[in-house]
């Protein structure tokens, strides 16, 4: 919608603009109503009632001043009866300054960082006020809190959102200030803006699924933490056994001892940060419902078809294949044994029940048309680290057996956000290394006495846009996999 240019008052830079010819015309109109009302005034004045028609003249003025004032304040407010011709003049636009302010842009938000805060405070009123207070004074909100309440104070854990350029010593200080002690600070992402129900509620749903999430579940939970397992009767010895637990587990500052429902041990460390009774309680709580719930272990399969027109079926194990990947171990080579468990092989039931518990990880077994089972592949859960081991029958090698149990257990590390896989191998074993190469990784080598360590970083953007083994798959195998 445009406008006369006489209809508004025109500016330029944030200032009016007055045409000079208009101050021309209303000078010239001043000057004639003056005349006018002097020429009115001599006529009547020098009359026999000049005097009083005067008065009766400025007294009907004020009347009708008056009454129209009333009238205005009346009904000025009423909606309009009908179009009265006039041109409304659209709200959106304003003359004079008010333009100028109006188009400034807005200013930029300014960038932020999410942390997770953990400090000690005194139990006593007023101690969580003059925190909340400190970390307003420097511009940090307060997301979410969770209390962990201690015999002697109260542990308060925050999750804040801070400004960009404000170091996380910077926010200790001030919660050191403001009584806080024992504080401990680290970055946080977007999935710790869950509340916490949710995230065990999560966790739980997870771990009733699959008993191989319990200690992937631990780890979420606790956040930054070792867990190690240790079975009933370890395999190498030494260490404390179940009996040295009791039934209600052991809380020792920043370590936690509980038992496994298999009759192992379950020892969760976090270094510099000690567990709380509310931590210890959620932790007994969920490996309770893991024990009711018992051995499970999902039971889908891939059934794949290898170069030569052999069928193969790739399923998670569990300790029910103990018989079947006993009686495939009688049957692979030493040599084969030896590159898998880098020296002289002894009675396999010491190891094998440890390998095939899904307390310890997750394991694949390849079975054939006959249902015998010719390959394992281990993702193993070790401390805070994981490792992968592959085990290929002699007569079934070099078929792409090995690269498609590999990518699959890779894929199963990203999917449960580890950072890296590593092999323990034979600087001899070529078969593993290519099957690590094939990944399409990075990859770190470490050789020490014959014996080679092959890390692989998962955090490449490779990983999360496509699982490794499918690509493994493509040059492996001839057929799409059918799922059960």
Not at 214 to 219: H, S, Y
Not at 313 to 327: C, F, H, Q, S, Y
Not at 429 to 457: F, S
Request: aromatic letters at 4%.
């Amino acid at each position: 919608m445009t406008r006369k240019m006489s209809d508004v008052t025109r500016a330029k830079n944030g200032r009016p603009v007055h045409h000079w010819r208009r101050d021309v015309v209303e000078l010239a109109a001043l000057f004639t109503a003056v005349a006018v009302a002097d020429a009115v005034a001599n006529l009547v004045g020098h009359g026999p009632d000049g005097p009083a028609l005067l008065a009766i003249s400025a007294i009907v003025l004020v009347a009708t001043a008056g009454f129209h004032t009333w009238w205005s304040r009346r009904h000025g407010h009423a909606p309009p009866t009908g179009d009265t011709g006039a041109r409304p003049l659209p709200t959106e636009q304003q003359a004079g300054p008010s333009d100028q302010a109006s188009a400034t842009p807005d200013p930029v938000a300014e960038e932020s960082t999410l942390w997770r805060m953990r400090t000690t405070v005194k139990d006593a009123p007023g101690s969580l006020a003059a925190l909340c207070t400190a970390l307003a004074g420097q511009r940090v909100d307060i997301l979410s809190l969770q209390t962990h309440p201690l015999a002697d104070g109260t542990v308060d854990e925050f999750l804040l959102r801070a400004p960009g350029d404000l170091a996380g010593s910077e926010i200790t200080r001030a919660v050191a200030l403001a009584g806080g002690s024992d504080t401990w600070i680290e970055r946080a992402d977007a999935h710790d803006l869950v509340d916490a129900p949710t995230r065990v509620l999560g966790l739980a749903a997870r771990t009733a699924l699959d008993a191989a999430e319990l200690p992937l579940a631990l780890r979420q939970l606790l956040g930054r933490c070792t867990i190690r397992s240790q079975p009933a009767k370890p395999v190498a010895g030494g260490g404390a056994g179940p009996e040295a637990v009791p039934a209600e587990g052991i809380l020792e500052d920043t370590v936690m001892r509980l038992r496994a429902p298999e009759g192992g041990v379950i020892t969760v460390e976090r270094p510099y940060l000690p567990f709380t009774p509310t931590e210890f309680a959620r932790v007994r709580a969920l490996m309770e419902l893991d024990a009711q719930l018992g051995p499970r272990v999902p039971r889908s399969h891939d059934v794949l078809t290898l170069p030569e027109g052999s069928d193969i079926t790739v399923r998670r194990a569990d300790t029910g294949d103990l018989e079947a990947a006993r009686a495939m171990h009688e049957r692979c080579s030493q040599r084969t044994l030896g590159m898998r468990y880098h020296g002289p092989v002894g009675d396999a039931d010491r190891y094998l029940n440890h390998l095939l518990s899904p307390r310890f990880g997750r394991t694949l077994t390849v079975r054939t048309a006959s249902g015998r089972v010719v390959g394992l592949g281990h993702l193993l859960w070790d401390g805070d680290e994981t490792e992968v081991a592959l085990l290929i029958e002699d007569a079934w090698q070099r078929r792409g057996i090995g690269g498609e149990l590999l990518g699959r257990l890779v894929a199963m590390a990203v999917e449960a956000g580890c950072a890296s896989v590593y092999a323990v191998t034979q600087a001899s074993n070529t078969g593993m290394v290519a099957a690590m190469r094939g990944l399409g990784l990075p990859l770190d080598y470490q050789i020490e006495e014959g014996t080679l360590v092959i890390t692989a970083r998962l955090d490449a953007a490779s990983v999360a846009a496509r699982p490794p083994y499918e690509r493994q798959r493509e040059r492996e195998f001839s057929e799409e996999t059918v799922r059960d």
